[in-house]
């Protein structure tokens, strides 16, 4: 069967997104024929919202809704997934200088995983830390796909990826309602809780899957006065 | 030109309705002129010259608030001159948006209110590449039923 997740949205609780959840869920229902994802992961800027219950949501439009956390480290952007006390005991997740080796050797032992996000992009992606620095250890996967993505960005990721053999996945790192689900990772195992999903990110096939449109027609007008 | 829309009433109103898209180039003049208008003779608004020589960029730059007055006007057209109105617009600007290159308007209803008469919106600018270079959310608002 499978399972199709967005790893990397914001919602309103992130400090530059207005999405409310439900309104996420709602649009991905109505979008269901070009973003056939069938839950997301709620990645908030710095922060881990361990007290959110989502369940009430999930029933109602029979999606998955997980809890993950985006820091900033010494390498750039990293998702993080699985977060638990120990995790938040050792690292302040406020912290934008967290140490990247660190935090996915402390993941990697209390049963969460990392994911450097967007690895392409300036300044807080991990290829433009690999041109200065030891590569680091331990890395199992990386974010191809992104939804916020500038024009060479991802093949970027992808060449980072493949030079060092990680994995790759896919979010929309949607900070807006109607960007949800456009960028996703696939899964060929079944995954309903955030354990599974650690699980299969370390050890599990999945691939980075795109649903971004080509690009409309657009009506033409020719100067801002027009509009 | 772009026709105005019928005035639009809450009723009419439909989650996933879209905006646009709509093309439009700002030109250098437009930006240039509406960056005197505000008082902001800054280089980087003046010309692509002075922009490069004074503050090295690549290019001169269209005003923010320009741009963000282009995406509210987006919403406003789309209002038409009914009873509903733009309660607010909020943006960030996530990149240069230089005048000059072709750029696409786009917009979502993502939200209705019933009890408010009320509607949220996602809008943005992007260009040829598709790349977000302004995003936002609005609300309108909407009179009482009559």
Known sequence: MGTILDLHSHSESSEDSRAPVEAYLNWIRLRRDERPVDGIVLTEHRKFDRDADYRELEDRFGLVVMRASEVETDYGHMLVFGVNGELLHRFDFANVHLNAQELIDAAAQSGAVVVPCHPGRPTIGLWEHYRHREPLRNVVAVEVLNGGSRKGEELQSRELAETHGYRMVGGSDSHLVSLIGLCATRFEADIRTMEELVRELRDGRYDAIDFRPGRRSPQRSHTASDV | ?146
């Open chain 2, 1 to 146: 030109m772009v026709t105005r829309a019928p005035a639009k009433t809450f009723e009419t109103v439909v989650i996933g309705e879209m905006l646009g898209p709509h093309a439009i180039v700002i030109t250098r003049e437009q930006a240039r002129n509406y960056a005197l208008a505000c008082g902001m003779s800054t280089p980087r608004f003046m010309s692509d010259e002075d922009a490069r020589r004074e503050e090295g960029l690549p290019a001169m730059l269209t005003p923010g608030n320009m741009t963000l007055g282009i995406l509210a006007k987006l919403v406003t057209d789309w209002l038409g001159s009914g009873s509903g109105q733009l309660a607010r617009i909020g943006t960030t600007f996530r990149s240069f948006v230089h005048p000059g290159v072709e750029l696409t308007l786009h917009g979502f209803v993502t939200h209705t209110d019933q009890a408010a008469r009320s509607a949220d919106l996602d809008v943005w600018m992007e260009n040829e590449d598709g790349e977000r270079l302004v995003v936002g959310t609005a609300t309108v608002a909407f009179g009482p039923a009559e």
